[in-house]
């Protein structure tokens, strides 16, 4: 296992490759081979050629249309098979949506949360059965995502856009965004990771995705004023999707037109809402989402930071029975409080949540007794709050900061590892690692080498991190060879992992030897009340001695 591609031939881009593999038992006989398909992406920056950045900006609906003429590339296919395998390149920073001829192209939901300034992520898709001859169309909505979002805001809403199609002769069409496409805003009219989203129906535009739809009264697509400047790449993890659904399985009025939905499941996630019958124009219907209730029957939802909340404004049309969902959002909930819904709601259909996270394939196999409710309980919840907590980044919580705290990364990495396939995301939380490592050694050299509390940074959390939480970066790098076997990771992190134990001892208290700098300590200690700082100099000394053991172990392993 982990033989790595000795690079001959060289890969190409937009190629699609096969690869197989045999081995022989300890009598030489050799088994059949099995064989599967990989894609590369593009390779290059300037494999993006003729491609323009356009400002989501001046208005989140973006869309073009195309022709294949058939006399041109039809003679080596039948009516069945018209197209070669076909991939759409898209960044869509922060979030996005992709349709082609009206057809939603990707399951893939949100997006990623990385340090945008170092490198800037786009997604693969193969659109082979989604194109045709004749009229095509692409369209693309953005959201915020982390990209824009206040706490983060490197930049506006923007799309990168190249889509290859290949014939049968051996040649191929370019559609890249550029100044030809149309935008125009579009019903998604706010969204933020933490408020929620709000949709206005009134500026819905029916069957815009599509090739007929006449968009000569759209403006025409603007393009950038600051070009974004990270490297492009692909994500290197599993993509965020729905992956269960819930029916509420209680449904009260605590009081008149307020009605809570309790799901019988605490999740990250979103709510699908069915609407059967019209409301007045401009009143709405409201959901805000929480983790628990308070007496009086009404939900308990306590983080002014993090509204969850997300608002249907009716139109003055009605094109129902209608079914939306929250595109560029989530929240942490079990229950959801519902107010301006026009009659009454099923306990079943008018509300469906959606389990929401990182992809990851359950690998561990943690079973007790049948009998056993208690230790069956804690490892349901156990695993449902690593999903929850696993949205791109291992976050600390899925409602209020969802950000990458690196003091929870560490201390969840082994229950994670335990029970999930976790090669691809902790290998892109690593890079994340190393990305704010090399800004926060751009921005401050005289601390070069140190990696902050929380990963991206973003200034959330400070800088050195807590040795408690910068531990983070040793033991997951150390953890992935232990569980998996790949020594690439250790030889990828090893001058990184080294710069940090080097910040480390700088910070050290030169007379006694030890780390006494320290920020959060016994955090979360029953002594004090939750928030302390108890004996921080002592966590934090005894720090650098497992970091440095752990180092040595892994080095001698790779040797």
Aim: charged residues 15%; contains cysteine; proline residues 6%.
């Amino acid at each position: 296992t982990n033989v790595p591609y000795s690079g001959s031939p060289a890969l190409e881009s937009d190629t699609v490759y096969t690869w197989s593999v045999s081995y022989r038992d300890s009598k030489g006989v050799a088994s059949p081979a099995g064989s599967s398909l990989f894609s590369t992406g593009l390779l290059a920056a300037a494999d993006w050629s003729g491609a323009a950045w356009l400002d989501g900006e001046q208005g989140n609906q973006l869309r073009t249309k195309f022709t294949v003429d058939p006399k041109a590339n039809i003679d080596q296919f039948s009516s069945e098979t018209s197209f070669g395998t076909s991939f759409c390149y898209v960044a869509g920073l922060g979030y996005y949506t992709l349709h082609i001829n009206g057809r939603l192209v990707s399951d893939h939901v949100l997006g990623p949360f990385t340090t945008f300034e170092e490198r800037l992520p786009y997604y693969t898709h193969d659109v082979s059965e989604y194109l045709r001859f004749g009229d095509n169309a692409i369209a693309v909505t953005l959201g915020h995502g982390w990209y824009s979002q206040k706490s983060v805001n490197v930049g506006g809403r923007s799309l990168l856009l190249k889509c290859r199609a290949h014939f049968g002769d051996g040649t191929s069409m370019d559609i890249v965004s550029s100044t030809s496409w149309k935008q125009t805003p579009g019903p998604i009219v706010a969204d933020d990771i933490y408020m929620g989203q709000t949709f206005n129906a009134s500026m819905e535009t029916p069957l815009w995705e599509t090739a007929p739809f006449n968009d000569s009264a759209w403006p025409s697509a603007a393009v950038v004023s600051n070009t974004p400047t990270g490297a492009l790449s692909w994500p290197a993890i599993q993509p965020i999707r729905r992956t269960r659904s819930y029916a509420a399985i209680k449904l009260t009025e605590p009081a008149p037109g307020v009605f809570v939905f309790d799901f019988g499941q605490n999740m990250a996630g979103i709510c699908a809402l069915t609407i059967d019958s019209p409301g007045e124009p401009g009143s709405n219907i409201t959901l805000l989402h929480a983790e628990i209730m308070s007496r009086d029957g009404f939900v308990h939802h306590h983080y002014p930071n993090s509204a969850e909340l997300t608002t249907y404004i009716f139109g003055s049309e009605w094109h129902g029975p209608v079914t939306i969902e929250p595109k560029f959002v989530y929240s942490g909930f079990r229950y959801v409080q519902m107010t301006g819904f026009p009659g009454t709601p099923s306990l079943t259909q008018t509300l469906v949540a959606h389990f929401v996270h990182t992809d990851m394939e359950m690998s561990g196999n943690i079973q007790f007794s049948p009998d056993d409710h208690i230790l069956n309980s804690v490892q349901h919840i156990t695993r449902a709050a690593s999903l929850s907590n696993f949205i791109d980044i291992p976050t600390d919580c899925p409602q209020r900061e969802r950000r990458g705290w690196l003091g929870d990364a560490q201390l969840s990495a082994e229950t994670t590892l335990n029970n999930f396939d976790m090669g691809a995301s902790y290998t892109k939380f690593m890079r994340d690692i190393q990305d704010s490592q090399i800004q926060i050694a751009k921005a401050t050299p005289k601390i070069a080498g140190a990696v902050p509390d929380c990963v991206p940074w973003y200034h959330h959390g400070g800088a050195p991190a807590d040795p408690a939480w910068g531990v983070a970066y040793t033991l997951i790098w150390k953890w992935m060879y232990d569980y998996y076997g790949d020594d690439r990771m250790l030889a990828t992190y090893y001058d990184g992992v080294a710069q940090h134990m080097e910040q480390l001892i700088a910070e050290s208290n030169h007379s006694s030897g030890l780390l006494d700098f320290s920020r959060y300590g016994d955090w979360c200690s029953l002594q004090h009340g939750g928030g302390c700082r108890k004996n921080s100099a002592m966590v934090s000394s005894s720090l650098p001695r497992m970091e440095a053991a752990s180092d040595r172990a892994s080095i001698c392993r790779m040797k």
